[in-house]
């Protein structure tokens, strides 16, 4: 086996259900200095990109939309990278880290885990909330590592996951496609010789419909709590199903994954993974 091989391996046994390698220089097309791989780990060559599951095919069946984001993801794709940077450090001797994908202050984190999957040829960004779709599975989670291995790259995808033929086709019959048609407060979007053309995702409206709980929400919460003058107001407000959920949120300490998923819902894109008996 390759090295390249062996990584891959590793991340695959791990949980993920693909891994894909991209080059540090790829990222500084558009990656501005200071958020690049190399600003990271020093030294950096490659970032290894694993992307896993999301809910099960069962959970997508659930009548009760909610119950998704809490029985519907096991996050091993963090698993398969922890495992790869155990193999890489201790077993072929160079640094490895997880690329951070969550913010270390402010809002933004250092790095994009979005754009890491598509330099790692791992998916294209679709015309659903611009998620990354992988052409085979449709929707996965993604985390990377940073490493100083150099390690031969792959090629982003020649040919876009998004739009679907059969939403290619559909966009020429009708003018829409069914992720634009199930979310038009959120989505915008043409469709051109098979090919996006433009493409427009409000994410503060998904946002209030799909990321309800966070630590944001805990912010804004408390600071009505602590603003209210009315003792009984007061209770019913910390007792709240909003305010207890945005506990539970910090308590796990996560911010909310999704609580609205009707655009992938529809989506033709790897569903055929999500029929069983
Ligand atoms: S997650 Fe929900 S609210 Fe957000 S774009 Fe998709 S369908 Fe719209
Ligand atoms: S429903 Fe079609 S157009 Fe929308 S994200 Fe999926 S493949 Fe793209």
Redesign the pocket.
């Given at each position: 086996m390759t090295r390249e091989e062996q990584v891959k391996a590793v991340g695959l046994k791990a949980g993920a259900r693909v891994v894909g390698i991209a080059p540090v220089e790829a990222f500084r097309e558009k990656v501005p200095e200071g958020y690049r791989p190399e600003d990271i780990l020093p030294g950096a060559r490659s970032v290894v990109v694993a992307g896993g599951d999301g809910p099960t095919a069962g959970a997508w069946r659930c009548p009760d939309h909610r119950v998704m984001e809490i029985t519907g993801y096991d996050l091993r794709e963090n698993v398969a990278v922890h495992a790869m940077c155990d193999f890489i450090e201790g077993t072929l001797s160079h640094h490895a880290i997880q690329a951070p994908s969550l913010p270390v202050h402010g809002h933004e984190p250092p790095m994009s885990m979005m754009h890491a999957a598509e330099l790692a040829g791992l998916g294209t960004r679709s015309l659903?909330?611009h998620i990354i779709l992988n052409p085979e599975y449709g929707l996965l989670y993604y985390a990377a590592l940073i490493t100083t291995l150099p390690l031969e790259p792959d090629p982003p995808l020649a040919e876009p996951a998004c739009p679907h033929p059969g939403c290619a086709a559909m966009y020429k019959r009708i003018g829409t496609t069914p992720c634009l048609r199930?979310?038009p407060?959120?989505?915008a979007g043409k469709v051109s010789d098979g090919r996006i053309q433009e493409s427009t995702?409000d994410r503060e409206?998904?946002h209030s419909?799909?990321q309800t709980y966070g630590i944001g929400s805990l912010q804004k919460g408390l600071l009505q709590i602590v603003n209210e003058d009315d003792a009984d107001r007061r209770r019913t407000m910390i007792y709240s199903d909003f305010f207890t959920k945005s506990l539970q949120s910090v308590g796990f300490f996560r911010d909310s994954i999704?609580q609205?998923?009707?655009?992938m819902r529809v989506c033709p894109v790897g569903r055929k993974y999500r029929k069983l008996k």
């Open positions: 659903a909330a199930v979310c407060a959120c989505l995702y409206r998904c419909r799909a999704a609205c998923f009707e655009c």
